[in-house]
């Protein structure tokens, strides 16, 4: 099993550091451009991300918004070829930096993907298995319990927790990869669209359970579904392609970032409008 795919992470320290002030950024990127080989996949990316709020990334297939997530907590350093340009820092530090251990990044921003994961394991283990791999002293059967109650799972699982996560339904799965994410103590968790796999029900489950996330956690989600990025976000960025001129390749781009209210309300590109509106896309 890849410790690295267990929504893993930190910078420089074992232990947990002190927070930033509320009013500081969580992330700050700074011309952040991400390549795969010789293909730009974004490009100059620049935007802060604030912390315990949820942004949401919004555009067209292809514009670099998963890619954009990725680069967040190094997951594409997994990928052959990737290289990230610019400066992505976190809590001021720059993540890609030579001295930082890009497991201690992935275990403080923790990722949750679009298809739920669950390991080959019983749900109790599947929540274990991140503190285990990082030496946590506790009480396993307090965290499970916690990070499963943070998760809104605790309820529907507790009288079967030696059961296989894969026994559950799509929604709990989500949600058992979302306490295994919770479990190794995060700051931020991020999600590749979490609920394009889930029916509308289980959506919703997931959406009421980011808003009550994110009094502790920052959240980043990427999603297709313009109605989940109005409801659920407090700001946006939308990408989309253009063309790069120095190469004359298309490449993702960031358009506009503002407030989730200004951007489907008074968008200042109409780009942005166009995408919203359902124009293109």
Known sequence: MDPQAAGAVSVAAPNRPTREPVGAPVFELRDATVRYGSFTAVKGVGMDIPRNEITALIGPSGCGKSTLLRSLNRMNDLIAGASVDGKIMYNGEDI??????????????????????????????????????????GDMGDLVEESLRKAFLWDEVKDKLKESGFSLSGGQQQRLCIARAIAVDPDVILMDEPCSALDPIATLKIEDLMREMKD??????????????????????????????????????????????????????????????????
């Open 96 to 137: 890609y930096a030579p001295d930082v251990d890009p497991v201690e990044v992935r275990r403080r921003i923790g990722m949750v993907f679009q298809k739920p994961n669950p390991f080959p394991k019983s749900i109790f283990d599947n929540v274990a298995f991140g503190p285990r791999l990082n030496g946590y002293k």
């Open 216 to 281: 502790e956690y920052t959240i980043v989600i990427v999603t297709h579904n313009m109605q989940q990025a109005a409801r659920v976000s407090d700001m946006t960025a939308f990408l989309t392609v253009d063309i790069d001129d120095e190469v004359g390749e298309r490449t993702g781009a960031l358009v506009e970032f503002d407030t989730t209210a200004t951007i489907f309300a008074g968008a200042h590109d109409k780009r942005t409008e166009d995408y919203i509106s359902g124009r293109f896309g």
